[in-house]
């Protein structure tokens, strides 16, 4: 399995960027798709972006299409979700989990991750 640790995570005013950082330390990370979920207070956790193994695929959840970019670098073995104009909506703890087969394209939903990281809170307020 791929170990996960999340960071960059804060309070932020409504409007503003943040950038949260998923570290995957081995040599196995290239190999997966990554993916960020969050889950706000009393409700489930839902899908925000993922990213294929390659880099060259993204998807995004609707309600942060063209305010959230997922990029990866897998020298670093890191992927990142650049978070900008905020909303208060946003606010949630923010997951990075890696696909559970290699090779995949992290389109198929929360059932084909695993490997989650602990998680970062991303507080904005209004």
């Known amino acids: 399995q791929v170990q996960l640790v999340e960071s960059g995570g804060g309070l932020m005013q409504a409007g503003g960027s943040l950038r949260l950082s998923c570290a995957a330390p081995?040599?196995?990370?290239?190999?997966?798709?990554m993916g960020w979920f969050r889950q706000a207070p009393g409700k489930e956790r839902e899908f925000v972006a993922a990213?294929?193994?390659?880099?060259?695929?993204?998807y995004y959840a609707d309600s942060v299409k063209g305010r959230f970019t997922i990029f990866r670098d897998n020298n670093k073995n890191t992927v990142y979700l650049q978070m900008n104009s905020l909303k208060p909506d946003d606010t949630a703890v923010y997951y990075c989990?890696?696909?559970?087969?290699?090779?995949?394209?992290?389109?198929?939903?929360?059932?084909?991750?695993?490997?989650w990281g602990q998680g970062t809170q991303v507080t904005v307020s209004s």
């Open positions: 989990a890696a696909e559970i087969n290699p090779y995949g394209l992290g389109d198929g939903g929360q059932r084909d991750f695993g490997s």
């Open positions: 081995g040599r196995t990370f290239r190999n997966y798709a």
């Open positions: 990213i294929s193994w390659t880099g060259g695929t993204t």
